[in-house]
């Protein structure tokens, strides 16, 4: 009888001190798999994102065109979405583009910005 009494207060006592822990239990796959995409996206931040093509529009008056080489040089006005004062530069431009175009023809026109130049898109006589 005493040994009886003996395992009960034993267990009693292991139930007591068991009380108060929470039972730890191995983490879900999905745990893992969130912390790994959690260290992932904390790692691209550093990571030069690519960023969204822009666009502008300008007007001016045709320059230069070099068919062969798909460039037209334009004398433009400010372009604010791209921060350019009025100038005269040259764009890269495919030669469907400016097939329509001739030197001295005043245009408006569509540049796809990109390396700090662009390249007309579309142009257009006014």
């Known amino acids: 009888m005493k040994s009886v009494q003996l395992a009960i207060a ?3 006592t292991t139930l007591t001190a068991a ?7 191995p983490p879900s796959p999905e745990a893992n798999q969130s912390s790994a995409m959690n260290e992932s996206a904390a790692s691209m931040g ?21 068919k062969a080489a798909g460039k ?3 004398e433009h006005q400010a372009i604010p ?8 530069m040259a ?29 007309v898109t579309t142009i257009s006589k006014q």
């Open 19 to 25: 009380c108060g822990q929470k039972a730890e239990s």
């Open 10 to 12: 034993l267990g009693l």
């Open 46 to 66: 550093n990571m030069a994102m690519p960023t969204e093509a822009k666009t502008a529009k300008g007007s001016g008056t045709v320059t230069a065109i070099d």
């Open 91 to 119: 764009f890269d431009a495919k030669p469907a583009v400016i097939d329509g175009v001739t030197v001295g023809d005043k245009v408006t026109f569509d540049l796809a910005l990109k390396d700090g130049g662009g390249e």
């Open 81 to 88: 979405e791209a921060g350019w004062p009025a100038m005269t």
């Open 72 to 74: 037209i040089t334009l």
